[in-house]
């Protein structure tokens, strides 16, 4: 069989076609979805907005603990009060969205970071901590 000359085109599309897989192989192997030293250790075990992210102006910030564990949250550096957090007990899940006559009414453009504060409930083993996590807000 014999196989014509190579020709510019076709070094191109080969290369081309080289980058696509090596840039597929890349994005499906070299992301990291853990959080921090809070996640690996089990306590924290998500956040939204996701790390790094962009999001609207009152979009909800959310974490979500292990079971064994309380928490507060703060943004920006302004501490959240808990008649203002949605709590849902059966996933331990704390969130706060920004609202006329709230705390924060909206998240300003930029950096925004919100820290939460986690601590063992009573009767139960455990260290206290936080995990800190920032994205951007259009």
């Keep these: 069989m014999r196989l014509g000359p190579i020709t ?3 070094a191109v ?8 897989g ?6 499906t192997t070299l992301h990291d979805d853990s959080l921090t030293a ?3 250790s089990g306590v924290v075990r998500s956040v939204s907005p996701r790390p790094g992210s962009i ?7 959310q974490v979500e603990l292990d079971s064994t564990y309380a928490a507060e949250l703060a943004i920006n550096g302004t501490a959240i009060p808990d008649d203002q957090l949605a709590v849902i007990p059966g996933l331990n899940r704390i969130s706060y969205t920004p609202g006329i006559g709230r705390e924060i009414e909206v998240l300003p ?7 939460v504060r986690f601590r063992p409930l009573a009767g139960t083993s455990g260290q206290p901590g936080s995990y800190r996590w920032c994205f951007s807000v259009q």
């Design 22 to 27: 090596g840039s597929l192989y890349l994005a």
């Design 8 to 10: 510019l085109r076709r």
């Design 38 to 40: 809070g996640v690996r």
């Design 55 to 61: 999001q609207l102006r009152q979009t909800e910030v």
């Design 109 to 115: 453009a930029g950096s925004n970071c919100a820290v």
């Design 13 to 20: 599309f080969v290369i081309l076609l080289a980058v696509a």
